[in-house]
């Protein structure tokens, strides 16, 4: 069974920054993709960047320019760093795996608040 394990959350002012870490165990066999997702109080589950395994980039139109996602193939490992942080960005972010099977990680808080 596929784990995912976030780190790097925390309370920042709007203006900085914030690098989250997403890594992934377990049998991870065949086509994948691999993402982050955030999620507001009241608000639906939202898509904020993905990454294919040789790199291709989604983003969201609120946070392109702003963040970067990017992966280590080989530990299978996916980060996103996120700059000029805006309160707006406050939310729950999750890493997802989406293959045969999706797999979700637990989330990890960021908060924009001065």
């Known amino acids: 069974q596929v784990q995912l394990l976030e780190s790097g959350g925390g309370l920042v002012q709007p203006g900085g920054s914030l690098r989250l870490s997403c890594a992934a165990s377990g049998s991870i066999v065949g086509r994948h993709i691999m993402g982050w997702y955030r999620q507001a109080p009241g608000k639906q589950r939202e898509v904020v960047a993905l990454?294919?395994?040789?790199?291709?980039?989604t983003y969201a139109g609120s946070v392109r320019e702003r963040f970067t996602i990017s992966r280590d193939g080989a530990k299978n490992t996916i980060f996103l760093q996120m700059d000029s942080l805006k309160p707006e960005d406050t939310a729950v972010y999750y890493c997802k795996l989406a293959g045969t099977t999706d797999y979700w990680g637990q989330g990890t808080q960021v908060t924009v608040s001065s």
């Open positions: 990454i294919s395994r040789v790199g291709a980039t």
